[in-house]
């Protein structure tokens, strides 16, 4: 089954009633509490709890077209193929801050293996953007998503005010795992491992006959 405890709308009011609606009882809601915060933070960190969704129970491939910083286009029907992993993030984000030498340790490792990793920055111009890289010295390539074109394109598995979210999409492009909050390292590596594992088997075998 779908985790769905955290998609909500933009408002307090939405979120709180949508998350007391699926659980079915008065039970707390984490992502919740901190939207009706009110501390002044703008972001609401989630609680690093993972989704991993099975083969038949993953949605459509994902679409969307955006810019990187860089300026370059990038269409994501190129992601087709490959594993890819799309973080989103911006730079005053505190726990984006924190993962942010992991994320970039498990680009180095896997992208030899033929992944690819993606930020998307939500909020931040560019040169707010590329100190940031400059600082934590990420080298993967960033959307510049404050339009929310990236971010609309995923909103079933993308809370829109939860950041850091980690998605892990799988070779036909659809979302294979899920990680709100700081990306413990050693998880968002095995949910890699395990896409990248997908279909070759069933390769192998193939070219064998």
């Given amino acids: 089954m779908l985790d769905r405890r955290a998609l909500f709308g933009a408002s307090a009011a939405i979120i709180a009633s949508a998350a007391l609606a699926l659980s079915g009882c008065a039970a707390s809601d984490p992502l919740a509490d901190q939207a009706k915060a009110g501390d002044g933070k703008n972001y609401i960190a989630g609680d690093g709890s993972v989704t991993e969704y099975a083969v038949d129970q993953r949605g459509g491939t994902v679409q969307f077209a955006g810019a990187l910083l860089n300026g370059q286009n990038v269409d994501a029907k190129t992601f087709k ?20 030498p992991d994320l970039e340790a498990l680009n180095q490792e896997f992208t030899p293996q033929g992944a690819l990793f993606y930020g998307v920055n939500v909020r931040d111009d560019v040169a707010n953007a590329d100190a940031f890289a400059r600082t934590f010295k990420t080298t993967y390539p960033s959307f510049k998503d404050k339009d929310g074109a990236v971010l ?18 799988d070779k036909e492009g659809r979302v294979a795992a899920r990680i709100l909050g700081v990306a413990d390292k050693s998880t968002l590596k095995a949910l890699i491992s395990s896409a990248l594992a997908e279909g070759k088997t069933a390769e192998g075998n193939s070219a064998q006959k």
């Fill in 81 to 100: 193929g490959k594993v890819t992993v799309l973080n989103f993030w911006y730079a005053a984000c505190a726990p984006c801050r924190l993962e942010a």
């Fill in 152 to 169: 609309l394109a995923v909103s079933s598995f993308v809370p829109p005010s939860a950041v850091p979210t980690t998605l892990v999409l």
